[in-house]
């Protein structure tokens, strides 16, 4: 309990540190990046429209993208960077396959529901 | 033809190595700044943003959806403004960058609306919002190229398939149920679960805060870094322009190359040899010559991963087929259309 309080006045303390330094780390944008996937995995878990499932599969590679190029700018080489290019590309792949897919799937149930498939379980 | 003073292009591979190492040792600037937030803070806000998200997922009847987003709203504050105090604490001079706060404030709260509304256009539009935002996050990172290529691809050419097919895929509604929401629409399954279940995995991911950290190197780094004096080395034209621009040579001279065609440019020295009158000369880059982040994404994406372009294109071909074939109309043709085809075809043909 001590120590938790301690935690708390240390936010609002100036703790003072021995150099100045650029001002954003590395953690700050996979803070970021962790809580795009997580709400990109939340919204493929709760939301029934098919669409919008794959919308959100499309926001979990953009929360890796930005760990990818965080992590080039953090290491200075543009490896991140080449990858994310390939994440487009899979990315890209994704939605043509998915939204053939959905056109397919609606074409036959005339409904967007994933519920409606129900009896697809494996 | 030898030239006895020339630079050496290329280092050995181990004093390369070494040099590496060195360099990377000076420009991380090693300032342990401890853990970025503390832990009490970081679970609070997750476990209000949990609350927050699960009371904005859609459901009928009662919607605290916008009671929701403040709380989420209010829980990702409060780890920015961590994250910010943190920061801050530690400056002596700089304010924490807030360009940083404010696109990923709007990234995240457009992501926070793609899952929770109703409407699906009006999901994919704010997701083209999260992407814009995005961009502005990679351009924070210098990653200038990226961030144009993904507003290009994503907002351009991805989010606007989804419209498409989104516009495709409703049902336009009757004039009297104008305002109706589908029911798979307007209410989410399995709020309580899901949320728990990702917030879960947020806290889980977010123990890395605790571990310490280091602050990014500075930009100067990223302009003068190793691999852009490198990717220099293979640009003589480059070199040889910037060098006539800051008037260190005549327009017409030409850097000397060796036996095997290489310009000799000496990327560690950051020099460039010219053949004179009076032998040959070593020249000093001006100091602000430095390769663009597109030529060394280019160089890295060209000469380091060949075999990944492969399979990327044949990722993409193989999703172009698969999408013609699934979305293709199945075309039912009678037997007499097949044989009128049949006897069109043999007149056709002479043989």
């Known amino acids: 309990m001590i120590h938790m309080l301690s935690d708390i006045t240390g936010l609002f303390v100036q703790t003072g540190y021995p150099e100045p330094m650029s001002t954003l780390t590395l953690n700050h944008f996979l803070f970021v990046s962790a809580a795009m996937f997580a709400m990109g995995l939340i919204g493929f878990l709760t939301r029934r429209n098919l669409i919008i499932m794959f919308l959100c599969t499309e926001m979990m590679f953009q929360a890796a993208g930005i760990a990818l190029i965080a992590g080039s700018r953090f290491w200075l080489n543009h490896t991140g960077q080449s990858f994310v290019i390939f994440v487009l590309t899979v990315a890209a792949a994704e939605a043509a396959l998915a939204l053939a897919l959905v056109v397919l799937l609606f074409r036959k149930r005339e409904s967007l529901d994933a519920e409606q498939w129900n009896e697809m379980k494996g | 033809m ?5 630079p050496i292009r290329r280092l050995p591979v181990g004093l390369q190595r070494a ?25 609070t806000a997750i476990a ?12 009928r009847r009662v919607n605290p959806q916008l009671l929701g987003a ?65 961009a502005g996050l990679y351009l924070i990172l210098s990653a200038e190229f990226m961030a144009f290529a993904l507003i290009i691809i994503y907002a351009g050419a991805i989010l606007i398939t989804y419209l498409f097919v989104i516009m495709l895929a409703t049902q336009a509604p009757n004039e009297e149920q104008l305002e109706s929401l589908s029911d798979y629409d307007a209410t989410a399954r ?8 990702g917030f879960t ?43 006539i621009d800051a008037e260190l040579i005549e327009a017409g001279q030409t850097i000397a190359r060796d036996d095997h065609g290489q310009a000799l440019i000496d990327p560690v020295a950051r020099t460039a040899t010219f053949e004179t009158a009076d032998g040959f000369v070593d020249v000093a880059w001006p100091s602000d010559l430095a390769a663009k982040n597109v030529e060394s994404l280019a ?20 999703a172009m087929l698969g999408a013609v074939v699934l979305s293709r109309r199945q075309v039912e043709i009678d037997e007499e259309a097949k044989a009128h085809q049949s006897r069109h075809l043999s007149v056709e043909d002479p043989a």
């Not at chain 2, 030898?2 to 020339?6: E, F, I, K, L, R």
């Not at chain 2, 209000?48 to 459901?59: E, F, K, S, T």
């Not at chain 2, 399995?190 to 728990?196: D, M, S, W």
Request: charged letters at 15%; aromatic letters at 8%; proline letters at 5%.
């Open chain 2, 2 to 6: 030898h030239y006895p003073h020339a």
């Open chain 2, 19 to 43: 040099r590496a190492a060195e360099l990377s040792a000076g420009r991380k600037r090693g300032r342990s700044l401890g853990e970025a937030i503390s832990p009490f803070v970081l679970y």
């Open chain 2, 48 to 59: 209000l943003g949990a609350i927050g998200v699960w009371m904005a997922l859609p459901r």
């Open chain 2, 70 to 134: 403040l709380v989420g709203a209010a829980a990702l504050g409060l780890v920015l403004l961590g994250l910010g105090l943190k920061a801050a604490a530690s400056e002596t001079s700089q304010l924490p960058n807030i360009y940083f706060y404010v696109f990923s404030l709007i990234a995240l709260g457009s992501c926070l609306r793609v899952i929770t509304h109703q409407r699906p256009v009006y999901a994919a539009l704010y997701f083209i919002l999260a992407i814009l935002a995005s």
């Open chain 2, 190 to 197: 399995e709020p309580l679960l899901a949320t728990g279940v």
């Open chain 2, 201 to 243: 995995l947020l806290a889980v991911l977010t123990s890395m805060l605790f571990t310490g950290t280091q602050s990014l190197p500075d930009t100067e780094a990223v302009l003068a870094g190793r691999n852009g004096d490198e990717v220099l080395a293979d640009l003589p034209a480059r070199v040889e322009e910037a060098l």
């Open chain 2, 299 to 318: 160089f890295d994406f060209l000469n380091r991963h060949p075999g990944t372009i492969e399979i990327a294109g044949i990722i993409l071909l193989m």
